[in-house]
């Protein structure tokens, strides 16, 4: 299943022990209607990210969601535990923008959602994982510099390096 690629990816590579543990996730359902949603398949991913996951989820925003999903969503939401559903949240408007940028860095976020990148229309895969004014550095260098370690590069740009 790519979710539990992709979330067991961002685990093993992307958060830093004991300095970034959880993530934040946003789910845009603009133009889906409430016959166009897999239920099937969405019980699947929250029965897999809770079990496999758990603990991992800071918040979540669903949103652009039409009247009839909004109002049918509490029947999705029961589908997670009490403490999961309290970092739910539901919007049809741009109210979610002021507390996402609390949370998010701006340079990370499209413009569609309050933040200052370019809105991706397609192509969504791989994300794109760049920082404005950081360079990426090749495994080679990485080695020369942090030997025997695994380097991680946390959000705020300072080096963290911890070995397996």
Known sequence: MATAY????????LLVVGRVENWVMMIDLNDISMASIPIKKMQSIIGMTSLHFGGRLFRQFCVNMSWML????SVLLNLVDDIT???ITVHNDSSYKSELVKIAPMHSLERKYGGLKSNIENNFWPPDMTMPGKQLMTMEQLKEEVPDAIAYFAPWGEKVAREE
């Open 70 to 73: 909004r109002k049918s969503s």
């Open 85 to 87: 559903q309290q970092k």
């Open 6 to 13: 992709f979330c067991t990816f961002v685990v093993k590579k």
